[in-house]
Nanobody, 121 residues
Framework: EVQLVESGGGLVQAGGSPRLSCAAS????????IGWFRQAPGKEREGVSC????????YYADSVKGRFTISSDNAKNTVYLQMNSLKPEDTAVYYC??????????????WGQGTQVTVSS
């Protein structure tokens, strides 16, 4: 059974630095790109960051570049999203997703259940 389990969300003050984790199981981790997406109330879901498990290449949306860092621990099948200098506009449900055979997840094969991040001003 494929599972992507996010953790690390919650209520954070503006400027805070939480770290999200995505633990993957049930598929060959090294064959997939793992991405973080987010959806704020009333807005479309958007890609935030992605990492290729095969070569470690990364992608960041312009809105988070320089503030967020994605990393992968292939031994633990886990991807992390370190979020720094959070802003209220970063408030959203953050989803982890996996897509096979690509370096950037655009049309993921699998999705996690999401974790809420709320940034208070």
């Amino acid at each position: 059974e494929v599972q992507l389990v996010e953790s690390g969300g919650g209520l954070v003050q503006a400027g805070g630095s939480p770290r999200l984790s995505c633990a993957a199981s049930g598929f060959t981790f090294d064959d997939y790109a793992i991405g973080w997406f987010r959806q704020a109330p009333g807005k479309e879901r958007e890609g935030v960051s992605c990492i290729s498990s095969s070569d470690g290449s990364t992608y960041y949306a312009d809105s988070v570049k320089g503030r967020f860092t994605i990393s992968s621990d292939n031994a633990k099948n886990t991807v992390y999203l370190q979020m720094n200098s959070l802003k209220p506009e970063d408030t959203a449900v953050y989803y982890c997703a996996a897509e096979k055979g690509t370096q950037v997840a655009v049309y993921p094969d699998y999705w996690g259940q999401g974790t809420q991040v709320t940034v208070s001003s």
